[in-house]
């Protein structure tokens, strides 16, 4: 699978689009700088999002099995988030 966008690069407070997947798949942290947040949400059977966990600077990819996901920037550093 060639790498995908999933959250354009941008600094404003919002969400992608649900991410539904398959299989395990990786998700990465792109254009980012000291201060850049994405949390990762898993949407249940109610279509209620709970946070995972985030991507950061730290911690700027994680593997993620099979669900509904999403990914919120949640503050004004800029970054975006990609799949591979």
Not at 43 to 67: C, F, I
Request: glycine share 12%.
């Amino acid at each position: 699978m060639a790498a995908a966008n999933v959250l354009t690069t941008g600094t404003g407070n919002t969400s992608s689009s649900d991410q539904a997947i398959t299989s395990d798949t990786v998700f990465g942290l792109k254009d980012y700088s000291v201060g850049s947040k994405v949390r990762i949400e898993l949407k249940d059977d109610g279509g209620v999002y709970n946070v995972q966990g985030y991507l950061t600077p730290e911690e700027a990819s994680k593997v993620l099995s099979a669900g509904t996901w999403r990914f919120t920037r949640v503050n004004g550093v800029s970054c975006g988030v990609y799949s591979a």
